[in-house]
């Protein structure tokens, strides 16, 4: 286990550039396998759930090659086989093999997936979805066993009770080769949807309306890749950084950005009081004066995202008056206030509605990320407050944030990887193809 060493109270300024899709990464690692040719992805972010994808991906026969940020997946000889447990286990996204894996075999034995405990995220639109396609699905021994028919999977309309990115994105994979029409009503518009249709469009799918709530899927019988895959920008990161720059920022420029994805986001930070130019494709964060306490409601995509809701919080920390965080996402999402409280923020939770303060002055002290998203506001808190903050459980923020101690070092952070005993390299530390790279 490693810990993250924060020497707070630093302005931060320069540049920092944000790298692939976290979210379009974890669903495009899997739809991989429904190509029949090999898959190149560029723009991969350097961050462990891509390793743990590709441990998976290793188990069934199905080699892949990090070079930098490119990703090439061969799955030419990959072989079914159940995927009951052990690395399964590990993140949550794994569950998109569910839909791939039905969608390249007719079937799938997939345990259920670990990954970040921020409350109830159940999986019954799933489960609608493949049932609607003609699959049979059971829950044995806490695997999920799913069977498409002996003629195969079959189009059909399917209007999910709930909007859930999830949900959507495993229908898709496994609708692409269905035979016939799929009519997907109520889904998830989120960018990494149309990130997903893109790459499978480019293989020969034929998937349209992604972006709205409908879309339509003819299957076809192949599915091939003929041509290199780039990820979008990552919103949630952009997002870290830009509240983190208005946090502790004396001037900072964030690039790789698709503004449009965060157009809720910027319009929150706006009535908070930040000042920021956009770019072309990065945005400049002006040092922050008089800010002003505002309340933040998390909804589906387009409105603000439940990933940014502790990342912005420190940043309201610093506003005058009294404000809320209402997730209607995720209510239970609440672990990192606790540990804000531990740092001298004046913040509490009421019926999972999260009530806040002006805070004068945050305070350094050992603090642990019990989630990615978690992790990203203590380590905003940490760089704000005076002395030194000791994240621990860091791994759960390397899951979801590229190369983040060489990109906050490059901002002027005084900032260090550790063991729970002795310091290491930092930049090492924080990189997982690194330090994947001097295991071998």
């Not at 810990?3 to 739809?31: C, D, F, Y």
């Not at 990933?307 to 996402?329: F, H, N, R, S, Y």
């Amino acid at each position: 286990m490693k810990k993250m060493i924060i020497h707070g109270g630093k302005p931060l300024s320069g540049e920092v550039v944000i790298g692939g899709a976290k979210n379009s990464t974890v669903a495009l690692i899997p739809a991989s396998i429904l190509s029949e040719s090999k898959v190149q992805l560029d723009g991969v972010p350097l961050i462990q759930d891509v390793k743990n994808l590709r441990a998976i991906l290793d188990d069934m026969n199905v080699s892949s090659e990090l070079n930098e940020t490119c990703l090439e997946i061969d799955p030419t000889q990959i072989v079914s086989k159940p995927l009951p447990n052990g690395k399964i286990k590990s993140l949550r996204a794994s569950y998109y093999f569910m839909g791939a894996l039905l969608g390249r075999f007719g079937k799938a034995i997939v345990g259920m997936p670990g990954g970040d405990d921020i409350g109830p995220r159940p999986i019954d639109q799933h489960i609608k979805g493949f049932e609607a396609l003609g699959a049979r699905v059971s829950n044995e021994r806490g695997a999920m066993f799913i069977q498409a028919p002996d003629e195969g999977l079959h189009g059909a309309r399917i209007y999910f009770d709930m909007v859930s990115v999830g949900a959507t994105i495993n229908v898709i994979l496994a609708a692409v080769r269905a035979t016939g029409t799929t009519i997907i009503e109520n889904v998830a518009k989120e960018p990494e949807i149309i990130d997903l249709a893109t790459f499978l469009n480019n293989m020969g799918a034929k998937i349209r309306g992604a972006g709205t709530d409908t879309i339509r899927i003819e299957g076809v019988p192949h599915l091939y890749a003929r041509n290199s895959h780039t990820i979008i920008p990552d919103r949630i990161e952009a997002g870290t950084y830009l509240s983190m720059a208005a946090a502790i920022g004396n001037g900072v420029t964030v690039k790789n950005i698709i503004s449009e994805h965060l157009d809720s986001f910027l319009a929150k930070m706006e009535e908070i009081g930040v000042h920021f130019d956009v770019n072309e494709d990065s945005i400049y964060v002006y040092p922050t004066g008089d800010l002003k306490m505002v309340t933040v409601k998390t909804m589906p995509y387009p409105g603000f995202a439940t990933d940014l809701q502790q990342p912005i919080t420190p940043l309201l920390l610093k506003a005058q008056g009294e404000g809320m965080i209402v997730d209607t996402i995720y209510p239970k999402r609440v672990r990192h206030v606790p540990e804000l409280v531990r740092m001298g923020a004046n913040i509490t939770v009421e019926n999972d509605i999260i009530l806040l303060h002006h805070t004068d002055q945050l305070q350094g002290t050992d603090v642990t990320a019990d989630e990615i998203r978690a992790g990203a506001a203590l380590m905003i808190a940490g760089l704000m407050a005076e002395g030194t903050t000791t994240i621990h459980k860091v791994e759960n923020i390397l899951r979801g944030y590229d190369r983040v101690i060489m990109k906050l070092t490059n901002l002027g952070a005084n900032v260090e990887m550790a063991d729970e005993a002795d310091v290491v390299d930092a930049n090492s530390a924080a990189d997982p193809v690194v330090a994947e790279k001097k295991a071998l």
